[in-house]
C-alpha cells in the first residue's frame, strides 16, 4: 500500500504527534531516520513503519509506503527522511540503581539530549525529569540523543517527591554551585557509590527549594576567566568524574 494522500487520516494522526498534548494523548510518538528506527526497534518500541516510496527495509513489522510529499509532511526534519517509525512511550515509573540524575527545568532540547547520551556513556541509571524539564519526545530531543534514549530508564516525576524518595532510600543528593562546592575531583569511591546528581536550568540553576535539599554542592575546577559552562557539557564532565 502506497498513501498519497495528504488528507489521509492515519497520516493527519501522525502529523498530530509533532505536538507534546498528542503525544501525551495518545502515548505514542515517531522517530526519523535510519538509526534512530532502528534503536527503538531493537528495545521493542516500534509499532508501525512509514517508509519512503522506492525505499526498502527488512524489519519484521506492519509497514506502510508513502510518497515524497506525504513524507515531508510527516517528517520535522529539514531533508526528508527514508523511514519513520510510530513507537509506543516507554512506560517505566520506578527509580532503578544507584546511579541518579534529576534534571529540573532543562529546556534546550540539544541539551537535554547530550546530557541523555551522557548518562548512558557514564552508567547512570535512572534519569528523572521533572515536570518543567522539555519533552523527552520532542523531536529535536530524540534526535540530539543518537537513539540512546532507548537505552536508559527515564521517568518523569515532581522532582520533590523523587527527592522525598531518594532521601528516605539513603542516597546522596548533590547539588551544582561554585560557591561552597566540592571539588567533584575529591569525591571518595563511597561518596561516588549511591547518589543523585541534580542539574539546573540553563540560566538560573537549580531553584532554592531544591538547593535547599541537596547534601553538598559539586564544583568543576577550570580555568578563572571562563565564568561557567553550557549544562550539557557541566553535566557531562561531572558525570564522567563520578563513573571514575
Known amino acids: 500500500m502506497i498513501i498519497t494522500s495528504l488528507e489521509n487520516n492515519k497520516i493527519k494522526e501522525l502529523v498530530k504527534l509533532q505536538k507534546k498534548k498528542y503525544r501525551d494523548l495518545t502515548n505514542t510518538f515517531i522517530v526519523e531516520g535510519d538509526h534512530l528506527v532502528n534503536e527503538v526497534i531493537k528495545e521493542g518500541l516500534a509499532l508501525e513503519l512509514f517508509v519512503l516510496d522506492g525505499e526498502h527495509f527488512s524489519y519484521n513489522l506492519q509497514t506502510t509506503y508513502v510518497s515524497e510529499d506525504v513524507m515531508k509532511k510527516i517528517s520535522t526534519m ?20 544507584n546511579r541518579i540524575l534529576l534534571l529540573d527545568e532543562i529546556q534546550d532540547p540539544g541539551n537535554l539530549g547530550t546530557i541523555i547520551r551522557s548518562a548512558v556513556a557514564f552508567n547512570i541509571t535512572t534519569i528523572i525529569l521533572s515536570n518543567n524539564t522539555v519533552d523527552l519526545y520532542n523531536p529535536k530531543v530524540l534526535r540530539s540523543t543518537q537513539g540512546m534514549f532507548a537505552h536508559i530508564n527515564i521517568i518523569n516525576m515532581d522532582e520533590n517527591i523523587a527527592l522525598k524518595e531518594l532521601k528516605e532510600a539513603n542516597y546522596i543528593i548533590y547539588g551544582t554551585s561554585v560557591n561552597n562546592g566540592v571539588d567533584v575531583r575529591k569525591l571518595t569511591n563511597e561518596e561516588k557509590n549511591k547518589f543523585c546528581l541534580i542539574m539546573g536550568n540553563e540560566g538560573s540553576g537549580m531553584n532554592n527549594n531544591i538547593s535547599k535539599q541537596c547534601d553538598k554542592n559539586l564544583y568543576i575546577k577550570m580555568n578563572s576567566n571562563v565564568e561557567s559552562l553550557n549544562v550539557g557539557i557541566a553535566c557531562s564532565i561531572l558525570l564522567y568524574e563520578l563513573d571514575r
Open 78 to 97: 529539514d531533508s526528508i527522511p527514508k523511514i519513520i517509525a510510530l513507537c509506543n512511550k516507554i512506560n517505566s515509573k520506578k527509580i532503578i540503581g
